[in-house]
C-alpha cells in the first residue's frame, strides 16, 4: 500500500514494508517488518498531448527516511527496530540512527518531525533549498494526516494483511517486500 501527500517541491510517501536484511546487525537477524516514511523531491514533468493532458510527476530523490519497523515476530507495538536516515548519499541512506524517543513514542516523535521543519532541516543533510516556506508551511498543516495514516498502515501491518513476507523466499528474492518503495 502506498500513499503520496505532494506540496510544492517535496512530497512525502509512505508505504508497508517487510524487510530481510543481507547484511544484519548483531542481534537482529530475523526480518523485519512496518512502515516506511519518505521525504521526497517531487519533480514535475512537460505535458504531453493538449492542454488537458495529465502532467507527469516524478517523485524523485530521498531526502530522510523513517523505518517504524520491529522483529517480524515480535508482539504489534514493539518497535524494537525503529530508526531513521537523517541523511542520504544520493539514493543510498546513511546507517540507521537509532533514537530513544522515536522508540518510546514513534509516533509522536514523527509528528513533531514533520511539524518543524527547520528543525529537521538542522538535524539532516536536506539543503535548505530543497524545502520552500511554502512546502514547510503544508508539510505542518498535513502532519496530522500523515501522522494517521501511518498509524493506519502499521494497525494493518500488526492484523497481518500488510508488510507480508515475499511470496518466494529462495535465493532469487530481495529480501524486500514492500508495496512501492
Known sequence: MLYAFGFERVGVVVSDLYFIDP????????????????????EPG??????YAARPITVGRPLWRVDLLQDADAAPRTFDRTHHHPDFNGWDPCPRVFVDELTRDPLAW??????????????????????????????RTA????????RRLLERVWSGEL????????????GVRVSWL
Open 23 to 42: 547484511h544484519p546487525s548483531p542481534g537482529q537477524e530475523t526480518p523485519e517488518r512496518g512502515v516506511r516514511l519518505e521525504l521526497r523531491v517531487l
Open 46 to 51: 512537460e505535458l504531453t498531448g493538449t492542454i
Open 110 to 139: 514523527l509528528s513533531g518531525k514533520l511539524t518543524n521543519a527547520a528543525q529537521l532541516l538542522k538535524e539532516t543533510g536536506i539543503a535548505p533549498d530543497d524545502i520552500t516556506a511554502a512546502d514547510a508551511d503544508a508539510l
Open 143 to 150: 502532519a496530522p494526516e500523515i501522522v494517521d495514516t501511518v
Open 163 to 174: 508488510g507480508r513476507p515475499p511470496a518466494q523466499a529462495g535465493p532469487d528474492a530481495t
